[in-house]
């Protein structure tokens, strides 16, 4: 009798497991997890463009002559 009510009770735990398993709701960060590879890469050409255009300017600045370097000499050569 006592074994009865046992396996029983065991019966209906794993069958109210399965159920809870089968007809639960998936899990929110599988759904999450997964990039979006076309916005990245979207993103990387922007990126990649606007350093392409600040590129663009430092070689126009180099290249047309209105750069100006001046040398100064630091006291530690002063004093070797």
Known sequence: MKTTKLLTAIL??????????WFGNTPARASQGIPDAGAQRADILDQLRSVNDKLDKLTSVMTDG???????????????
Do not use: E, T
């Open 12 to 21: 209906v735990m794993q069958i109210l497991l399965f159920c809870g398993q």
């Open 66 to 80: 209105s750069l100006q370097v001046h040398v100064v000499k630091s006291d530690d050569n002063a004093r070797k």
